[in-house]
């Protein structure tokens, strides 16, 4: 035994043979004898992981829920760190799963505790899951919800206010510190894209950025989103180029935990977030001092097309149907608009260079300008080639936000990520669609990989039961809710594709007084971990929820049924829209496959150990078409019943 490894390292032989013979005993000797069950699906995947990190190439590891594939990925990726004294970074797709592997009885936890290796753990969390003290100044004492957050603002600790020395880390400001918080009262304190975090004079005492300090210094594993990684990959020479250190430090290895959601957050990272108040806050900052007229006038012009092209966007916007995004149509009006809002940036551009000649602008303030005209330049140039963008607008706190993404991410992703000699693993349940991984590995540009897939070791055929229903009423949806949680009383775990289909069932059941019986939970009433907190620990809880489908690990009775409201097609959103017309067959290359991926995940919150038992009832409308109900019905036992309106 050594100081960095848990088995004696002999430096003649190879590591990862030393390293695969140890985690092998992990396995055949060392669990066993603290009482856990060994499993064969454990030990393949050990096997396959050792080739990966061997040859240093990206591998798709499916494996069924109880096969323990967290662990297998957790000790490759800590020793593997240790060896090349580079932190691993593990991805998860959403915050609940980065709680399923730090909290205090979660996976790593357990492998320290019985393996008696102490791994150094820290969480490097997106921004947006942290307080934003100028976001704060401005919500405390306004509104009826002032007092709640003037207590957050003197609850902060005193180096915030004062300049005194900090002689520890100490975090703060997590999203996680505030569970009484909904999504809405978060997201007025909450960190977002339009905040200026290099010219805050507060950003030394921001946890943001001291938690930041904190997880780049880590020698085994960094935990974070899959949209953190996402953001580090598209910033990276950015940051680099403006003397900034990238999001995350230089790392040995990337795990992408439920890794079939990772092109949505490559997406969500490529984008570009226009707003015509955060535009005008930028630019009339070259107003500030003496400049000459011309300068004066080429700003005054710029906020004046900014404002025009925003009103065409509110007027060439269409809300789509269970989604945030509104469709945009691109008319010529509105080109022309984009057109002209392009052209008095660039006199803005013309005017600074002889302006900062003059040296009569604030050096640093300028350069922060320059950078925000060139991402907008660089975002509004993708209106040359329509086809290749996909575009919408959403609201944002009242005001209309125009995002903007390039259509193709693959390009990027295998030029930054799985064109590098690094070991990379995808795990999930769900990776594959009809026993292939080509679906996953084109969307993702991923030229070369390993691929394996074990099933689960659970029968699901003797611990659940399971029926499809074609019902499409609100009112008889809920009716069934009602008859479940009579029978029940709690343990109900209901998935919506959508808030709005599940805002749709909260205003039927709240006016039902029946319903008052019995408590149910609503994502984004709180922080989500405290929710999943009540729902397990609780008495009689049911929980709704819209991106729990994965992730979610709640065993034993607090978890013994599953409604699924509806089956999960992708919404007609810019993006899913995109897709669809490039491919030859939409439902059958698009929607069916993401809708298969996210059933699997859903029914997979049901049965999470040996002795689980329960029910899955679906809905679906599509569900009349036989080649919906026979892919449906194919993730279902045998006994599975079908219901049709």
């Known amino acids: 035994m050594t100081t960095t490894y848990p088995f004696a390292f002999d430096p003649a032989a190879p590591f990862l043979d030393q390293a695969s013979d140890w985690i092998a005993d992990v396995f055949y000797d060392i669990l066993p004898e603290a009482g856990f069950e060994t499993r064969d699906e454990q030990i393949f995947m050990a096997f396959q992981l050792e080739r990966a990190y061997k040859e240093k190439k990206t591998i798709f590891a499916e494996a069924g829920v109880g096969t323990g594939k967290t662990l297998v990925y957790l000790l490759y990726a800590a020793l593997y760190a240790r060896y090349t004294r580079k932190p691993a970074v593990i991805a998860c797709a959403d915050e609940s799963l980065i709680e399923q592997l730090v909290k205090p009885e979660g996976d790593i936890a357990k492998i320290a505790r019985h393996l008696d290796l102490n791994i150094d753990v820290r969480l490097g969390k997106s921004p947006d899951q942290y307080l934003c003290l100028n976001k704060l100044d401005d919500a405390r004492g306004t509104g009826f919800e002032g007092e709640t957050f003037q207590e957050i603002y003197e609850e902060l600790p005193p180096f915030v206010h004062f300049p005194d020395t900090l002689q520890a880390f100490y ?41 930041r300090d904190h997880y780049r210094k880590a020698s085994d594993l960094i935990i974070c989103s899959h949209d953190f990684y996402m953001e580090h990959v598209w910033t990276y020479e950015a940051r680099k180029r403006e003397g900034q250190l990238p999001l995350l430090p230089e790392h040995s290895s990337v795990v992408f935990d439920e890794g079939h959601l990772l092109e949505t957050a490559a997406q969500s990272a490529l984008t570009y977030k226009l707003k015509h108040s955060a535009f005008e806050s930028i630019v009339t900052r070259l107003l500030e001092g003496e400049v000459r007229e011309t300068l004066a006038l080429s700003v005054e012009t710029a906020i004046e097309r900014s404002d025009d092209l925003f009103e065409l966007l509110a007027r060439f916007s269409t809300p789509v149907p269970a ?22 940036v660039d006199a803005i551009e013309e005017e600074i260079v002889f302006e900062s000649g003059m040296f009569s602008l604030d050096e640093y303030q300028l350069r922060i300008v320059e950078e925000h005209l060139e991402m907008m330049q660089t975002a509004l140039a993708l209106f040359k080639n329509p086809r290749e963008l996909i575009c919408w607008t959403q609201d944002d706190q ?27 693993v995808f795990s999930s349940a769900t990776l594959s669609a009809d026993e292939s991984f080509d679906y996953i590995a084109d969307s993702l540009g991923v030229n070369e990989y390993l691929s394996f897939s074990v099933a689960s070791p659970y029968d699901y055929e003797a611990s659940m039961t399971a029926a499809m229903d074609t019902e499409t009423s609100v009112q008889a949806k809920t009716d069934h809710v009602l008859r479940v949680l009579e029978r029940r009383a709690g343990g109900t775990l209901l998935l919506f594709p959508s808030r709005e289909e599940m805002d749709k069932f909260r205003a039927e059941a709240d006016s039902r007084l029946e319903f008052a019986e019995f408590p149910i939970l609503y994502e984004g009433d709180a922080e989500i971990s405290r929710l999943i ?45 995109a897709k669809r017309r490039e491919s030859a067959d939409p439902f059958g290359e698009v929607d069916m496959p993401h809708m298969l991926l996210r059933l699997r995940q859903g029914i997979g919150r049901l049965i999470r ?37």
């Open 171 to 211: 975090p703060y400001g997590s999203r996680k510190d505030y569970p009484e918080l909904d999504d809405s009262q978060w997201n007025k304190v909450g960190w977002d894209v339009f905040q200026d975090c290099l010219v805050c004079s507060r950003r030394h005492r921001c946890g943001q950025t001291l938690s």
């Open 323 to 344: 989604s945030d995004r509104s469709e945009l149509e691109l008319t010529d009006k509105l080109m022309k608009g984009v057109e002209a809002f392009r052209a008095a």
């Open 398 to 424: 009242g005001d209309l936000t125009l995002v903007l993404m390039p259509k193709k991410v693959k390009e990027v992703l295998n030029e930054r990520v799985f064109g590098r000699n690094m070991p990379i």
């Open 533 to 577: 907190s009540e729902f397990q620990n609780g008495t009689q809880v049911n929980l709704c929820a819209v991106t729990l489908w994965e992730g979610l690990d709640v065993p034993g009775d607090s978890l013994n049924h599953v409604i699924v409201w509806e089956l999960p097609f992708p919404p007609n959103d810019p993006v899913f829209a």
């Open 609 to 645: 150990t040996s002795g689980d038992s329960g029910r899955v009832d679906i809905f679906g409308e599509t569900l009349r078409q036989p080649d919906v109900r026979e892919r449906v019905a194919a993730l279902l036992p045998r006994s599975a019943v079908m219901k049709e309106n």
